[in-house]
Structure formats: C-alpha cells, structure tokens
C-alpha cells in the first residue's frame, strides 16, 4: 500500500481495490445508464441533455492535484464546454452549450481572445429552445477556408458556420439530425459528419455559381444517407474515397466507398465491409470511434476498458485495457485522434478522468490524469471532447464540461520513468489450476534522467506505485488470476537507473479459468501519469 503525496491517493498494489462509497457508485452508474445505454426514451434527448453531475454545494471541495503535464484555464462560470477545436493557426475554439457563446482562446497568453454570443431564430423567438436551456455542441471542425463549423443539439438549426472575416453566423436546418461528429476532407474540403440518433452519414459540400443546389442563396448542400434507425453511427475516419463509420448499438463498423458525379461531387455512398460479431457473440462493445492506419483499425470500446486493434488481413481483434482506475470500473473510452505522422493514437477516458497516448509500435500507453476532480462526483470532470494541435500533434487540448474549464496535455514534456517487460508472451496452463508455482513476468523499470535544471521535474518523494490490468473481463481486469509485484514500490527521486520488477501470476485456487488469447497491461504510476506496457497472455 503506496500514499502518493502529490494526489493523497492511496493504492493498493497488486490486486486493486476500487475503494468508492456504495452511494456515489449507485449514483454514478444510474448517470452512465440514463447517458449511454439503449433505453426507450429518445437517444437524441440523452445526449443533448447532458448536464454536470451533481452541481457543486459551497461545503463541497474540488480537489486540483498538481501536474507538470497539463495546464488549465478557467472559463466563465456557466460556459458549460464541451466541443473543442485548435484551428491551423492554432487558435482554440470551444462553444458554452449554457452560455450559448462560440469564445476563441489564445494558447500563448491563456486568455479569450473573444465570444460571439449565438444568435438565431432559435434564441430570438423561443421557437425551439432546450428544455434545460443546454444546447450541447458534440462535433467542431475548421473549413478550408477558415470558417468554424459546429453542431447545435435540440435545436432546429442542427449545424452551424461562423464566418471568420464577416463575423457573422450562418445557420442549417435541412439536416435530419444533430451531427455527433465530424471530419473535414482535407482534399476537396467536404465536412463528413455522422448524425448518432437520426441514423445518417452526411457531408456538406460547397457549390459555386448557379447551382440547383444553391437555390436557398447558400453555396452549400447538405446530403444524407440513411444507415438505418437502429444504427446509432457515431465514430468516423475519412481515407481516400473510404468512409469508415461505427455503428455504436448494433457493435459494427463498415467501410463505405464514395460515390462520385462527373463534377466529382458525392452523390452515394456503397458499403464495401461490414464488420461484427455473430448473434452469440458480439466482437466490439459500443465501438464509439475508428481510425485506420494500414491494414488495421483502431477502435474505442465505450462500454468496456478497451481500446481495440482489428487487423483487416487476419480479420482479428487485439484488445488492450487502459490501467486500472481507482475511482471508477469503467473508464469509458470515447473519441481516437491521430498523433504525429501515424505515431500513436490519442483517446479521452470520460469516466477516467484521463487521456492517454497509445505508442501503436511499442505498446506503450501513457495516461495523463485531468488535475481538477471532486470525489463526490466520482473524480469526474466530464473531459467529453478533445482536440489535436495540428502544428504539433503531441499536444491536445480538451474541454471540462463539469468545472468551465479547459486544459492542455503537452506530450513532449519527458515523464521520468518507463516499464518494459523482458517477455514478449507468457503461457499458463489451465489444466491444474491449483498449481502452486506461481507464472512469472520479468520487467524494468527505465530510468529517463531528465535534467533538474531545466526545471521540468521535481520528483521530490514520490512513490512509484504498480497495478495490472487485462483483456479477460469487460472491466479490463485479470479474471481468477491473482498478481504480486517485487517490489510493491519504488521510490522516483532515488530512481537513477533501470530497476528490475517482477509479477507473478497465479490461479485463484477453486476457480474456473478460460483458456484463449489475452493481454496484459503492466503499470507504473506516480499518481499524475502512468505508464502500460502489454504482454500477451496465453491460457491454456
């Protein structure tokens, strides 16, 4: 048992003990079922309702744990943001679904740079309002031509453009639904978005001159194409003439290939894949987001601890579970964005409270914790949304839905240490599974000096603490293994060199075991950041 003095946290290595009341767990698993799960009330109304959980009473305290790796700034109270977005010229933009204000934020000096209030029909008249007076924007994107384009949930103008030059708004209502996500086609500067409760893929797409398409005075058209009413599509990838979407509640993705006029406008869309399960077993749960590097997809599993590698040649998933989370079961994986020339993958952990960084060629996961918490809301900001930096992919900024806030993760600042493991595949036999020799993993702890003059580290006392996590449960945890590290803890501020680590597995004595193919997340974590390193697990 390890007391972190920077986070007051107290972990339990080996097997972790979620130490969360009866209480807040109850509450925070109904707020996960009323979000996400398939209910018969309306979907739409679910997701455009979201609201922070448990508003703060004055006797509450948010806890600020202190962290070199991310930096947060406060927005104006009731800004409430949730879409984010870092233009070319790297200008981050978010939209206050309370407040109704599109604000641009400058990174340099960490102030707004301004906030142009919403204006339309919708707030002028009253026509369609939302009913908690939250109209919750998903999806942000930047056009071609610099314009900020934004979805607007329960309202009947779905999708929005702001104007850079004029500064002024122009509205969509020809739109079947709230588009959830989007994705700008960076070669004909079409904006791809899916609509998750309306069951639509769609793309705008600009017309010049006479048109039969312009005839509303707008260059631009809007065009759908229905996947169905059950669909739920939420995730999207553009590659080529491909359009790769998740379908969240049927578990599938599919590829589309574009179909194209002779003025090369998209006029169809054909499925050229599909891929799922079978009736008796699913093979992704909820897929939120997909990207395509290669021969492989990767995948967000929203209702479980994974994230998930589909190889297209061997038609095989490899799924690996984020580190084990002291304050909640699920951390809920949700939107990838890509990394530096197809490095890695970032990903957000809603529920987590973290986001992390998958190295997809070492195997390496690196999870960054979001400072501000409050431990009677589970530990949960609400980090919904983030956004890629594309001058420098190594960093992201998200958005704090629950505390005004937003924040940055700069990956290029050195973390002081690193796992590895000396094996590549570890075998247990399930056939005795009282077998008393234990199976065990050698590792090292890697020593990544870091120069104190620089001022980017101060270690101080900290512990280096270590935890397990694994494919085998939903959860993303080891099932009827029990693990014991050697030592249970290292002390970083007398890590100067690579420090040998041992786990040893076991089967719990009694217990039935599963034999197949898993994989092993390894951990070391000091309480703002952790490293994972994978091994595969075969059982036999």
Do not use: C
Not at 38 to 45: E, M, P
Not at 497 to 516: A, D, H, Y
């Amino acid at each position: 048992m390890v007391k972190n003095k920077k986070t007051g946290l107290t972990i339990n290595t080996g097997n972790i003990a979620f130490s969360i009341s009866v209480a807040i767990s109850i509450s925070i698993m109904l707020f996960l079922v009323v979000i996400f799960s398939s209910v018969s009330i309306s979907l739409a109304q679910t997701f455009e309702e979201t609201k922070p959980l448990n508003p703060l009473r004055p006797s509450q305290t948010i806890q600020i744990i202190p962290t070199k790796y991310v930096k947060e700034y406060t927005l104006p109270n009731g800004t409430w943001p949730n879409g984010i977005l870092v233009d070319s010229g790297g200008t981050v933009w978010t939209v206050g679904t309370k407040s109704h204000t599109l604000i641009s934020f400058d990174p340099i000096n960490g102030k707004v740079l301004s906030s142009y209030p919403l204006k339309s029909q919708d707030f002028n008249n009253g026509s369609k309002r939302s009913r908690t007076g939250v109209n919750m924007v998903w999806a942000m994107v930047e056009g071609k031509d610099g314009s900020i384009w934004f979805s607007q949930a329960d309202s009947s103008s779905p999708l929005w453009r702001f104007d850079r030059t004029t500064l002024k708004f122009q509205t969509f209502r020809s739109i079947s639904g709230t588009p959830f996500q989007m994705k700008l086609d960076n070669n004909t500067g079409n904006i791809w978005f899916t609509t998750f409760a309306a069951g639509t893929v769609g793309l705008v797409q600009k017309y010049e001159g006479n048109s039969t398409y312009n005839s509303n005075q707008s260059n631009y058209h809007v065009t759908e194409f229905s996947l169905g009413k059950s669909s739920y599509p939420s995730g999207l990838f553009l590659n080529g003439d491909s359009v790769w979407i998740t379908q969240t509640l049927d578990d599938k993705a599919i590829q589309f290939r574009m179909v194209k006029d002779a003025q090369g406008k998209v006029i169809n869309i054909l499925k050229v894949l599909e891929i799922q399960g079978s009736e008796n077993k699913k093979l992704f749960q909820s897929p939120y987001d997909v990207i395509a590097l290669d021969s492989r997809l990767w995948i967000t599993e929203h209702d479980a601890n994974f994230i998930t590698e589909y190889d297209l040649v061997s038609k095989s998933a490899t799924r690996f579970a984020v580190s084990s989370n002291p304050h909640q079961y699920i951390s809920l994986p949700f939107w990838l964005r890509e990394g530096v020339n197809g490095s890695g993958l970032w990903f957000n952990e809603h529920t987590g409270n973290r986001i992390a960084f998958l190295n997809t060629t070492d195997l390496e996961l690196t999870e960054y914790e979001i400072p501000t918490r409050n431990p009677s809301t589970g530990f949960i900001s609400n980090v919904l949304n983030f956004a890629a930096d594309p001058q420098d992919r190594n960093r992201v900024w998200f958005s704090e839905y629950n505390y005004d806030k937003i924040g940055i993760i700069n990956r290029d600042i050195p973390v002081p240490f690193g796992i590895k493991s000396v094996q590549r595949n570890i075998i247990m036999s399930s056939s005795d599974p009282a077998q008393s020799k234990p199976t065990t993993i050698n590792l090292e702890i890697i020593s990544k000096p870091i120069n104190s003059s620089s001022g980017l580290i101060d270690t101080g006392e900290d512990a280096l603490s270590f935890k397990t996590s694994g494919s085998m449960t939903a959860f993303g945890s080891l099932k009827n293994i029990t693990t014991e590290f050697s030592p249970t803890a290292l002390n970083l501020s007398g890590l100067t060199e690579n420090i040998p680590l041992q786990l040893q597995l076991r089967f719990e004595k009694g217990k039935q075991i599963v034999s197949g193919n898993y994989t092993i997340g390894v951990s070391a974590t000091d309480g703002t950041v952790t490293k994972t390193n994978f091994v595969n697990l075969i059982v036999k």
